[in-house]
């Protein structure tokens, strides 16, 4: 037989009941406590003796006093019992606990209520669990409720925004448009009727292209490929066409958004028109002012003009009474007053056709430097003993490809110009850089960005003020007393620079001094050596060695040149023109130089006549004598290899020198 398990003792249930984890109580059939556990007195703060005599319904608060008494009270006197009904238990200190109760009754054998037992559960983590959930469920109908509210507002902003849009496509002044990735168009406004006269319906299912200016045509449509990868946010301008077939132009921006092209086109018609007449007031104030300088260039060319040539005319006149006399001692005196009206005059000249960047310029790599420091001594005696010059002259300078004796006379009259600016003496620097030009640079300065080098002169003198310096380079324009300067100094400094692919500034402050800048292109190659002093070689006859041919159409040069060549031994040929000249330079004679004008009558300049005639005579020697000489009609200062130039009016010495060179070269 299995063993029979002891029965607990008294003590160890009694232990039981004191220390059970939930709350025991005992009553009697009138509600009044009898006993209660440790437990429960712990969890409400009374001592047992505090609840024994005490009805448990005298510890619940009102709410659950009133339900208790409703509800659980006939519950268990109809049952017997209930469970887990929750109320809340007042605490010795004020404060409730939730708990949970079951209650059972207890009878003895003739059915007589012999105690109540009571249990009782701590609820309050159930409780707050509810109570989160609750909580929880109450902020999830709250945010139900938000959200609601959140959807009803959204559509109607929804709404809003797309009457908003709608009353801004339909009241635009700007051309709108969605067109598919083809450039068909889908959509349009009605700003499209208002400037260009098309309704919609002529618009939509057409291209783009049907519209625009068959000009405009590759470059639009290269602009509106980028739209797929990047929104066209600079406007791009072209022309549509109007109903009327005339066009208008328009600036468009766009950009590719759901799988459509978006475009907005604001009209500029009226800015390129008024841009057009702007560009006719300008160019009718230019031509204003080339006449004014031209009413300038002719008055003060008449007076300095007419002063050459009663020097001139005068001295030959009286030349001419003498030797009639038979008085031929005065006749040196009267050459020479007219050899020097014809130099002034030729100076002048030279001026002008510098002014007017018609000049001809021999061009040679030219190093700077040398240059300036070849000129010191002259500018020094120049300048006089109460300027003192310095010069400060760049280390690794660049060359530059421009005319040594152009520089050398503009540099002479930037000195002397700095000179007079500076009665009671003074210091005059000269100084060379290398130069960057950047774009903005560039555009401050008028020339393209770039490599330069600089040839500065900066004087210690009495400066210039702002409507001096804005008129500086204007033909005859000088501030100088009459009869001490021509105004052509500077004007013929800056028709070289500009000539010369340069530019010339002017920085001036007035007490402070001024600073002239020439800024000259720089010459990627080496400088030319430095030429040996020579003298001017003299014109001797010798037994026939060469022909030459001199093309001109003014008989007196032909003459003065012929007698030239025949003092030099050589056989002079004559043309009065290219045709002329053409002619023999094709014909079998033998030609070791061809002297020529540039400016010739026959159909055809000098150097035309030149190029043609080195079809058949490759090895052809030239010698370009001229006048005025556009730069044009001598290769803009490019001579090809055996062409060489000299300028009107000459030294009969220099043609002889210059021809014995060329022939024995």
Not at 341 to 358: D, E, I, P, V, Y
Not at 452 to 465: E, F
Not at 646 to 659: G, H, Q, V, W
Request: charge should be negative.
């Amino acid at each position: 037989m299995a063993a029979i398990p002891a029965l607990p003792e008294a003590g160890d249930l009694e232990d039981l009941f004191e220390n059970a984890p939930c709350g025991y109580l005992e009553t009697l059939p009138n509600g009044r406590i009898s006993r209660v556990n440790r437990t429960f007195s712990t969890w409400t703060g009374f001592a047992s003796e505090q609840l024994v005599g005490r009805r448990f319904l005298d510890l619940l608060n009102i709410a659950g006093k009133i339900y208790y008494e409703t509800h659980f009270a006939p519950l268990l006197r109809l049952q017997g019992s209930f469970n887990e009904v929750a109320l809340d238990v007042m605490r010795s200190d004020g404060t409730t606990l939730p708990v949970l109760v079951n209650a059972v009754v207890r009878r003895d054998e003739a059915g007589v209520i012999r105690f109540i037992r009571v249990t009782v559960f701590n609820a309050s983590d159930r409780r707050r669990y509810e109570q989160d959930l609750l909580d929880a469920r109450r902020t999830a109908e709250q945010a139900g409720l938000a959200l609601q509210d959140l959807n009803a507002t959204l559509e109607t902003r929804v709404s809003d925004r797309a009457r908003a849009l709608e009353r801004a496509w339909r009241l635009s002044r700007d051309l709108l448009a969605i067109a598919g990735t083809d450039g068909v168009i889908t959509r349009v406004n009605g700003a499209w009727t208002e400037h260009l006269g098309w309704q919609a319906s002529d618009l939509v299912g057409r291209s783009f292209v049907t519209f625009t200016h068959p000009d405009d045509l590759a470059a639009t449509q290269a602009a509106f490929v980028g739209i797929f990868e990047a929104p066209l946010t600079k406007p791009y301008e072209y022309r549509f066409r109007h109903a009327d077939g005339s066009y208008r132009w328009f600036a468009w921006t766009a950009a590719f958004e759901d799988d459509e092209i978006h475009a907005s086109g604001r009209a500029t018609t009226a800015e390129h028109e008024q841009a057009a007449l702007l560009a006719e007031a300008e160019d009718a104030l230019r031509q204003s002012q080339k006449m004014e300088a031209v009413g300038q260039l002719t008055g003060g060319l008449a007076h300095d003009f007419n002063n050459l040539l009663a020097a001139i005319s005068g001295s030959l006149e009286l030349m001419r009474t003498r030797m009639s006399q038979g008085r031929f001692n005065d006749l040196d005196r009267y050459m020479h007053a007219a050899e020097g009206a014809s130099k002034r005059a030729a100076a002048l000249t030279h001026r002008l056709l510098a002014f007017s960047r018609r000049q001809t310029l021999d061009p040679k790599p030219t190093d700077v430097n040398r240059l300036v420091a070849g000129m010191e001594d002259l500018v020094r005696r120049t300048v006089g003993p109460s300027i003192h010059l310095e010069t400060v002259g760049a280390s690794g300078l660049w060359p530059a490809l421009i005319d040594p004796p152009q520089l050398e006379n503009a540099l002479l009259n930037l000195c002397i110009n700095a000179r007079d600016a500076m009665p009671d003496g003074g210091r005059i620097t000269i100084e060379t850089a290398n130069r960057w030009i950047d774009e903005r640079t560039g555009r401050e300065r008028d020339l393209p960005p770039g490599q330069y080098l600089s040839l500065c002169v900066t004087d210690t003198g009495t400066g210039m003020p702002p409507e001096v310096v804005a008129r500086a380079f204007d033909p005859f324009y000088t501030t100088k007393p009459a009869g001490q300067g021509t105004g052509l100094g500077l004007s013929m400094i800056y028709g070289f620079a500009r000539q010369s692919g340069g530019q010339v500034r002017i920085y001036s402050e007035v007490g402070q001094g001024t600073t002239m800048c020439l800024y000259l292109p720089r010459y990627y190659g080496e400088a030319e050596p430095e030429d040996l002093p020579h003298a001017v070689l003299t014109a001797s006859r010798a037994g026939q060695d060469g022909t030459v041919l001199i093309v001109d159409d003014e008989p007196a040069i032909r003459m003065l040149v012929t007698d030239v060549l025949e003092e030099l031994g050589c056989m002079a040929i004559e043309a009065g023109d290219s045709a002329a000249g053409l002619k023999v330079l094709q014909s079998n004679v033998p030609i070791d130089l061809l002297v020529t004008d540039v400016g010739l009558p026959g159909g055809m300049n000098g150097r035309q006549m030149a190029d043609a005639a080195r079809v058949t005579r490759p090895g052809l020697k030239v010698l370009f004598i001229t006048g005025y000489a556009e730069n044009a009609a001598v290769g803009n200062g490019l001579l090809e290899p055996d062409m060489h130039v000299l300028t009107k009016p000459f030294a009969m010495e220099a043609l002889a020198s210059r021809i014995r060179s060329l022939i024995e070269n």
